[in-house]
Structures are given as C-alpha cells and as structure tokens.
C-alpha cells in the first residue's frame, strides 16, 4: 500500500498490483461497443461459465450492473423487493425509480438477509389498484448487513416464493466471490437460484474498475441496450477487462486472508472497554463496529482515527464500517485495533 495510513474505508480502495498492471498493458484490444474488444468478450466468457449463465457483458460499474438489470426486468410502476439495507434503496441515488421507474419495497430482514415468508408477506395480490410486484433482489454478501453471507438454502427457498408467485431474482453480487470462498458453495450454485446477477471487480478483486452482469441470453442483449442508452458502452476496454481476468485467476482465494483479518480485528474491537461488534455477523471481509457507549460519535472516533494513520468510515452516528482487502495485511489490522482502543480510551 502506497498510501501513508491504514486503509480499511472500503475493499474499493484497492490499487491495482504489479501483476495486474502487467496483463493491462499487455491486453489484445479492439472495439468492445462493436463485440471487437477480445479481452473484454474473454472477461464476459469467464464470468459467464463461472456463474453457469448464457451470457455477460461487462460493464463500467456495479451501480450499472443493478440499474441495467431492474430496467430490464421491471416496466414503470412495477415494485421491487430487496432488504431495507439493499445498496439499491440506500447508495444508488434513486435510480430504480429514475431509470427503471419502479418502487423498491423494503423487507426488514435480519443483517441484510429476508426470509421466503417475508418475500411471501410482501408480494402484492393480483388486484387493480396495487402495483405489480415484479421482481425480488438479493445482496450477496450483505453490504450494510456486516458482510453476511446468504445461505444457499434461504435463498433457495426466497427463490422458489419468487417463482411460484411468477417474479424475477436479480442477485447484486458486488461481493458474491467473498462468499463462495468463505462458504464453499460455488458461484454457480448461487447463481442457479437467480435469472440475473453480477459480480464487481472493483472491490476485493482488486481491480481499478468494472462489473460483469450475467443472465440469459436474451436478457443480456436487452442489457446492451441499456448500456447504450446509458453511456456504458466502451472502446478499447481490453485494458481494464484484463485486470478482471487477472483476478479472477489470481485474486479469489486469497479473499480467505481478507476474511481472517476481518475476524482477527472484529474481535479485538468486540475486546475494547464500551465497544461492540456482533460477531456473528462478521462471516467474510467487513467489520460493523457500535461505538455507542463511547461517549464520542462514530464521526469523531473516525476523524481521531484518521489523525493516527487508520481509515474507517461512519456508518452513522454510533456505527463505523471497517472493510479488509489486498492492500491491508495482518500487521495493519493488528495495529488499526491498538489505535481504535487508544482512541476509545483517550
Ligand atoms: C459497491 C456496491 C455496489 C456498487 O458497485 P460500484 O462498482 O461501486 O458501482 C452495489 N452493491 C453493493 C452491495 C456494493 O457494495
């Protein structure tokens, strides 16, 4: 890490390696808007084949990946179900509603995890003067739940609530490869359960930018017109796809390490006087940290922290976030502990 201080803000803030850097420079490009960019359309048959869909494209962001989809799958006025914490209710500036001109309905599931019955709960009835309920997103992990991994078998069962009902399973995947590895489930078998999902790049993957959006075929070119009518078509994206294969083939099982980290700092956080962090929901990179008996706010503990070399952002008033990644090793996240309980007690 180039940077002077301990960098646990977010997984985003991943530079891209040496390695990494190497196959960009070295990638075979040409026009990805024309399907003449080879690296890129090796990207989108990669994460295709990883998550068994027909299709992918890939796509400047995750944000897009998710406003894509809901476009694709939702006509205006149809309703959305995604937990009350979904990055698409809270960090996608109203784009459900402004580009897919569909209302999200939230369900108020446990760290970011609905049950089937509260999707059963939430689908409206076939009646005239109710929105149509058209489609049910997951966030795997859960951002804002801690970093909680989706069981296989809850999303099963939210999958097949969704099916008999006749709605659609859109999965944001920013971190789905962090809970393949911390579960053991392949991505496949996630993806199985959804006819559409996404994985980012630009997260624990380490890359510099990039999502990957992937479903049927038919769906996937329906996305293109999206990505057009957005302005998310590229040129010589080869560049900053070969990152992405270089991820992939060096960056997902080392997600393990980040996991560690993230548990051994959780649990000295959880150790200081007046802090608590719910263990239990700290299953992969990303640490919610209550600072509520303090007597200081989470915004002053993350300005003190900063002041002493570590990053960590407010969630709120009582609640920092702390996320590991490949630019944070074993000693930092050690040292970021002494810091935080020095700023605790100071
Ligand atoms: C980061 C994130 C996104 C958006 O991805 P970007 O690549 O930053 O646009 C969407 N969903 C979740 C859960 C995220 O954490």
């Known amino acids: ?21 190497a ?17 890129t ?55 459900a509603a402004s580009i897919a001109g569909a209302m999200i309905r939230p ?3 446990a760290h970011g995890i609905f049950s089937a019955e509260q999707v059963a709960n939430a689908i409206r009835p076939d009646v005239r003067h109710m929105p149509k309920s058209r489609l049910v997103s997951v966030e795997q992990t859960s951002n804002l739940g801690g970093g909680t991994v989706w069981p296989l078998e809850t999303l099963g069962q939210v999958s097949t609530v969704a099916k008999d009902a006749g709605l659609l399973v859109h999965m944001d995947g920013a971190r ?36 990957v959006l992937a479903g049927s075929k038919a769906f996937i070119e329906e996305a293109w017109f999206w990505k057009q009518r957005l302005g998310g078509s590229m040129r010589q994206s ?17 997600l393990a390490e980040d996991h560690e980290n993230a548990r051994v700092l959780a649990e000295v956080l959880h150790g200081v006087d007046g802090v608590s962090v719910p263990l239990e929901t700290v299953q992969t990179n990303i ?9 200081k706010s989470a915004p002053e503990i993350s300005a003190e922290l900063l002041a002493k070399g570590v990053r960590m952002g407010a969630l709120d008033k009582q609640r920092l976030r702390a996320v590991t990644h490949l630019d944070v090793s ?11 309980a020095e700023v605790c007690a100071g």
Not at 60 to 84: F, K, W, Y
Not at 198 to 210: A, E
Not at 330 to 340: D, L, M, N, P, S
């Open 23 to 39: 196959a960009m420079t070295a990638a075979e490009t040409g026009d990805e808007q024309a399907g003449e960019d080879p690296t």
């Open 41 to 95: 359309n090796r990207l989108c048959g990669m994460v295709a084949e990883l998550l068994g869909k027909e299709a992918a494209v890939f796509l400047p962001s995750g944000t897009m990946c998710n406003q894509i989809a809901l476009a694709v799958h939702c006509r205006s006025g149809d309703e959305i179900i995604a937990d009350e914490t979904a990055h698409i209710i809270n960090f996608e500036v109203g784009g």
């Open 238 to 254: 080869g560049v900053i796809a070969a990152a992405g294969i270089y991820a992939l083939d060096h960056n997902v099982d080392r």
């Open 176 to 211: 789905l490869m962090n809970a393949v590895v911390a579960s053991g489930v392949a991505a496949a078998d996630y993806a199985a359960l959804t006819d559409t999902l996404w994985i980012d790049l630009s997260k624990g993957l380490g890359c510099p930018i990039g999502g």
């Open 107 to 109: 369900a108020p599931g």
């Open 1 to 21: 890490m180039n940077n002077s201080f301990i960098e646990l803000y977010s997984d985003t803030k991943t530079r891209p390696s040496a390695g990494m850097l």
């Open 330 to 340: 074993r000693e930092g996240v050690e040292r970021a502990g002494e810091i935080f």
């Open 287 to 295: 640490v919610i940290v209550d600072v509520s008996n303090i007597g």
